[in-house]
């Protein structure tokens, strides 16, 4: 595969990124309030996010005060 090969992180990798309690990525995801990221469902109740969305909700939070 190329060097854009998909990477997918765990909600504990995604928690780390953002500083947050894992549990409330858990729960954001769940009831669908707060920290909207899309997410893979795989098999066995596995999830994953793609670090691409991770990244682009980053961006779409960041607040310039100029």
Do not use: C, H, W
Request: aromatic share 6%; charged share 20%; no cysteine.
């Amino acid at each position: 595969m190329s060097s854009d090969m998909l990477r997918l992180l765990t909600t504990k990798q995604v928690a780390k990124i953002l500083n947050l309690n894992p549990k409330t990525i858990s729960n954001a995801r769940y009831t669908g309030i707060g920290i909207v990221i899309p997410f893979l469902k795989l098999g066995g109740g596995v999830i994953r996010y793609k670090e691409a969305d991770v990244m682009s909700f980053l961006e779409a939070s960041e607040v310039s005060n100029g």
